[in-house]
């Protein structure tokens, strides 16, 4: 009869065992999502940093294609020596703001 009992204790995880893995995996799933958030906030302000560029750079054309709504762009055109000089600053809707400047000059190509 003792080793049936035996048998019957020895058949799972002891209450301590099951609460110590739980409290385990949920300091993991908790470090993983922060990471998690860390990563994805990053990117979002990569992103935004990219739009926000890649727009400065569309208005430092000759002739610049029209922003998004809620987007802002301060345009100084100077002229020297056959050339023109292109001053742009972009200000995204939440407030960055990128600085891009160009020269065009006309080839002898043409």
């Known amino acids: 009869m003792s080793v049936a009992i035996t048998r019957s204790r020895e058949a799972g995880f002891s209450l301590p065992e099951v ?3 739980l409290v ?3 300091i993991v799933i908790g470090a ?3 990471y998690y958030q860390t990563l994805a906030q990053g990117l979002l302000s990569q992103w935004h940093y990219r739009q926000l560029w890649r727009f400065a750079s569309q208005q430092a054309e000759m002739s610049p294609s029209p ?4 987007w802002k762009a ?3 055109e100077t002229s020297m ?3 023109v ?3 742009v600053i972009v200000s995204a809707p939440e407030g960055r703001q990128g600085q891009l400047k160009r020269l065009h000059c006309p080839s002898e190509e043409q």
């Open 74 to 76: 301060t345009r100084v």
């Open 32 to 34: 993983l999502m922060g």
């Open 85 to 87: 000089s292109i001053s």
């Open 81 to 83: 020596a056959g050339c």
């Open 67 to 70: 922003l998004p709504e809620g």
């Open 24 to 26: 385990l995996f949920i």
């Open 19 to 21: 609460l110590v893995s």
